[in-house]
């Protein structure tokens, strides 16, 4: 019942920009943490960077200074533009969040869809 939808994700020359949104729906009571990892072809999957309920944001080192995280509490939405884009970037990019339905029951991780990202001149 609860699902995250990704879009944003598409075909971009290296130095283009993409901005990727995923937004939840269910029932909801908190969000701990919003997010996105990435997987590229015979590689692991790689967190790329959260943000917590509190605020606090973390970045994976190779895409700091280039790729921005945030959100939108009252839609339940995470967002990430992506600046400067490089051919390493190219992979799939999956949402996450750990989301809470009510007060006494436990949190979950939700992940979204994927969505393709391939950096290519």
């Known amino acids: 019942q609860m699902q995250l939808v990704e879009s944003g994700g598409g075909l971009v020359q290296p130095g283009g920009s993409l901005r990727l949104s995923c937004a939840a729906s269910?029932?909801?009571?908190?969000?701990?943490?919003m997010g996105w990892y990435r997987q590229a072809p015979g590689k692991e999957r790689e967190l790329v960077a959260r943000?917590?309920?509190?605020?606090?944001?973390d970045y994976v080192d190779s895409v700091k200074g280039r790729f921005t995280i945030s959100r939108d509490n009252a839609k339940n939405t995470v967002y990430l533009q992506m600046n400067n884009l490089k051919p390493e970037d190219t992979a799939v990019y999956y949402c996450?969040?750990?989301?809470?339905?009510?007060?006494?029951?436990?949190?979950?991780?939700?992940w979204g869809q994927g969505t393709q990202v391939t950096v290519s001149s």
């Open positions: 269910g029932k909801i009571f908190s969000i701990s943490v």
């Open positions: 996450y969040m750990n989301i809470r339905s009510s007060d006494y029951g436990p949190d979950r991780n939700y």
């Open positions: 943000i917590t309920n509190i605020g606090s944001i």
